[in-house]
DNA sequence: CAGATATGTCAACATGACTGTCCAAACCAT
DNA sequence: ATGGTTTGGACAGTCATGTTGACATATCTG
């Protein structure tokens, strides 16, 4: 699982430094514009392979989070996906109706329904992964392990500070 | 136009650094995340925005570039926005439909319709801007100066390198 | 037992993407 | 000047993914 294959070259990616008036409107402007671009094409390489199965990107959200933290229950994932119930409802039944995704009731609290891949779901999350790690590795093997920290810090501080928690909390 | 009025913290805002295995699938997946989460907490606070103007995502993404790059030509437009002709039409007619975008015809190419947003346009775009440079100014400034340069650094990273250059431009 | 909670389901709707097709105007090369 | 290409607009239909609202069921908790 874990991939070294990739190895940091000798000098890192070079990017126009930030300046110390970095938080000048040209500097805000480049990092909303290498946010939006490097969201997208991170996620590009899965599309393919989602399109193919006739899934879409509602249905990869489920099954990564799923993967992430085997047996979570239904809220917390509609709490981590920020949609509603009738919207994942349809997601789930569909993942579900492909065997994709599995429910068990709740030990300690009957009424939840924990979610788990099958083994056919863990098949599809892990191509999935591959196809965005492939991308991350990549960058990060460009821009070096320094700029990765950097990289953690800038998103961490978007985050509000009330969500921080639960973004941590996945780093189990 | 320069935002100064928040200062950076002594103590930059503390995220585990990158290890020197920053290639495991645990560091993988904790970018992949930060970047989701990240990306859609900065979005949000121009939605409350959007939504009492009846307007979407997607006309944002149509102003935000053409104020970027004034007199910009539609086909230029959708190669930054990456959909279709379709797609792009309906939002364009709606934005000049309100009044809030431009047309004039191209002096080098007359076939080509150059996009300019309009008084009202470019006010409801330094609102929309305003308010993903709130985010975007904090997050810079728990990081700090160097955070930013990772943070450049590792989503130019994910760009496809025959896709940079774009990118780039929008630097003028 | 009563009320709150977790989940599921049905229906209607909005947004924003897609494809396919056709058309007009303007550019460009032979 | 003719013909092919490019740029853009328009119309029609479809799909994916989100939304509200209303209601049902099972289960937990005080």
């Known amino acids: 699982m874990t991939v070294q294959t990739i190895p940091a070259p000798?000098?890192?990616?070079?990017?126009?430094?930030?300046?110390?008036?970095?938080?000048?409107?040209?500097e805000?402007?480049?990092?909303?514009e290498l946010l939006y671009f490097g969201y997208?094409?991170?996620?590009?390489?899965?599309?393919?392979?989602?399109?193919?199965q006739g899934l879409g990107r509602a249905h990869h959200r489920a099954l990564y989070f799923?993967?992430?933290?085997?047996?979570l229950s239904v809220g917390e994932l509609i709490g981590l996906l920020?949609?509603?119930?009738?919207?994942?409802?349809?997601?789930?039944?569909?993942?579900?109706?492909?065997?994709?995704?599995?429910?068990?009731v709740g030990t300690a609290d009957?009424?939840?329904?924990?979610?788990?891949l099958t083994k056919a779901g863990a098949a599809l999350e892990?191509?999935?992964?591959?196809?965005?790690?492939r991308s991350m590795a990549r960058a990060y093997g460009e821009a070096g392990q320094q700029a990765v920290t950097g990289f953690w810090a800038v998103l961490m501080g978007l985050v509000p500070?009330?969500?921080?928690?639960?973004?941590?909390?996945?780093q189990a």
């Not at 000798?10 to 040209?26: C, G, I, K, W, Y």
């Not at 799923?66 to 047996?71: F, V």
């Not at 500070?161 to 996945?170: F, G, K, N």
């Open 82 to 104: 920020g949609i509603t119930k009738q919207s994942l409802g349809r997601v789930l039944t569909e993942l579900q109706a492909r065997a994709l995704v599995e429910q068990q």
């Open 66 to 71: 799923i993967a992430r933290q085997p047996g």
């Open 28 to 32: 805000i402007r480049r990092g909303i």
């Open 110 to 116: 009957r009424r939840q329904r924990l979610l788990r």
């Open 126 to 133: 892990a191509r999935l992964f591959g196809e965005l790690e």
């Open 161 to 170: 500070p009330d969500d921080r928690p639960r973004v941590e909390a996945l």
């Open 40 to 52: 997208t094409a991170m996620i590009r390489g899965a599309d393919a392979i989602l399109e193919a």
């Open 10 to 26: 000798a000098a890192p990616l070079r990017v126009t430094p930030a300046s110390p008036l970095f938080l000048r409107e040209d």
